[in-house]
């Protein structure tokens, strides 16, 4: 389900970088919005099971965003320093 950022901080200005991680993390919101809507008709209360079922239908997207958020901080460092 991961979906890498299109342009790579190595090819490409400060600016378009940053906007291009914008544009990719826009691009998930209508996952995240059916997700709250799947997990309030479990659990309108935003109890227990509201939160499991929003984990379930978000949590492999979660990973993968943090794990690319990783590797894309670890980039710049890298190849900023040189």
Not at 12 to 22: E, K, P, Q
Not at 24 to 37: K, M, P, Q, R, T
Request: aromatic share 12%.
């Amino acid at each position: 389900m991961s979906r890498r950022c299109e342009v790579s901080p190595l090819r490409s200005g400060a600016v378009d970088t940053n906007f291009a991680f914008v544009m990719h993390g826009n691009g998930l919101a209508d996952s995240i919005f059916d997700a709250d809507a799947y997990a309030t008709s479990i659990d309108a209360k935003y109890g227990s099971a509201y939160y499991a079922a929003l984990w379930a239908k978000t949590g492999a997207m979660t990973q993968n965003q943090i794990q690319d958020a990783t590797v894309d901080l670890a980039n710049l460092w890298y190849n900023r320093s040189g």
